[in-house]
Each structure stands twice: as structure tokens, then as C-alpha cells.
């Protein structure tokens, strides 16, 4: 029941990242959006984790995982903002 749960914050995460950050370069649909919002929340808990703000074992929330995946989408934004360019 956990990894159904992850994936449904991870969806909710990942949209309203996209809802903050809005932009052409972003990856769209629901599979990626789903990972963005998971990989946010695994940035979150990571980095939430060491900083202290949570013990081990303990996952971010919708909140945190948020915050991760506005994270991920401003480093892929980066990445990938400099090799696509349209003329």
C-alpha cells in the first residue's frame, strides 16, 4: 500500500511543481510527471535527512516532496535548457 501512496503524492507533487515552475523545456504527461513528483520526494527526503529535519526511516510529505520536485525541475531545466534551442 505504501508504493500506491508514493505514487499518488508523487502525482500530486509533480503537478503542482509543474503548476510553480511552468515552462516549454519541462517533460510532460502523466508517467513523467509521476516521476518528477517521486524523485522530488526522494530529493526531499534525502535531503531532509541530512540536514536532520527527519529521522531515518521517515519520508517527506506533500509538502517537502513539492519542494523536491521544484528542485529536479530547476536542475533539468538547466541541463536541458542549454542544449535545446529552437531557431
Known amino acids: 500500500m505504501s508504493i500506491i501512496w508514493t505514487i499518488i503524492i508523487g502525482f500530486v507533487a509533480g503537478v503542482i511543481a509543474k503548476f510553480i515552475m ?3 523545456n519541462e517533460p510532460s504527461g ?3 510527471t509521476t516521476v518528477l513528483g517521486i524523485v522530488g520526494a526522494f530529493v526531499a527526503t534525502y535531503l ?3 540536514l536532520a529535519w ?3 526511516g521517515e519520508g517527506a ?3 517537502g516532496a513539492v ?3 521544484v528542485i529536479v525541475l530547476f536542475v533539468y531545466g538547466l541541463v536541458t535548457g542549454r542544449s535545446r534551442r529552437t531557431i
Open 22 to 24: 511552468p515552462g516549454d
Open 30 to 32: 502523466f508517467i513523467l
Open 48 to 50: 531532509g535527512q541530512a
Open 54 to 56: 527527519y529521522r531515518p
Open 61 to 63: 510529505g506533500l509538502i
Open 67 to 69: 519542494v523536491g520536485a
